[in-house]
């Protein structure tokens, strides 16, 4: 009598477990990202921090320096997954992929800044002309950056970003190199 129970209670779990679609399973719909989120790095020597200039489609990112330093420019490489998000023309006339935030370039041309897009690298360089300019502190924002997300990439997929070949002018002269940190970039 205990071998029927046990198998009417088998046979009863087994039309359950069917009627309840069994192992067929529907798997949860794709989300896209429609911006990038982005984590601070942490210390105070140089490193990309979110600007206040950041909207949900474009993300904005400064280079500061250690605030009780001087300087008279930076130059750095910073790269991207190309595949996930490209880097994306800041300012107020949108023309150029960086943007001049401290240092003196002078009216005249030719200027000593330049950021350009070579396949998933920015490479950026600035330094003020002469001497005679005034150092700048390097705990504000110095250039800015901006990157965007492209198309059909999910949800919360980590993308790859690292800064290199970085170097600064101090205000005694002389380019030294640097590290710059970087935060987590999240496709959001």
Avoid: H, W
């Avoid at 920015?122 to 005034?134: E, H, N, P």
């Avoid at 390097?138 to 949800?155: F, S």
Wanted: proline letters at 6%.
């Amino acid at each position: 009598m205990k071998k029927t129970i046990i198998s009417l209670t088998s046979a009863t779990l087994a039309l359950g477990f069917l009627a309840c679609g069994g192992s067929k399973s529907t798997p949860p719909p794709v989300v896209y990202a429609t911006g990038l989120d982005y984590t601070d790095p942490s210390g105070t020597g140089y490193r990309f921090v979110k600007d206040a200039a950041s909207t949900p489609t474009k993300l904005v990112l400064a280079l500061r320096g250690p605030a009780s330093e001087t300087g008279r420019g930076v130059s750095f490489s910073i790269t991207s997954d190309a595949t996930k998000a490209a880097f994306a023309k800041v300012g107020q006339a949108d023309s150029e992929y960086a943007q001049n935030m401290a240092f003196e370039l002078g009216a005249t041309d030719p200027k000593l800044f330049k950021g350009v897009v070579d396949g998933n690298a920015l490479r950026v360089s600035i330094a003020q002309k002469g001497a005679t300019a005034t150092a700048k502190p390097l705990g504000d924002a110095l250039v800015r950056i901006a990157l965007e997300i492209k198309p059909n990439i999910v949800q919360n997929t980590n993308i790859t970003f690292t800064a290199s070949d970085a170097k600064a002018l101090p205000a005694s002269g002389g380019s030294q190199p640097i590290t710059i940190a970087v935060g987590t970039l999240v496709a959001k």
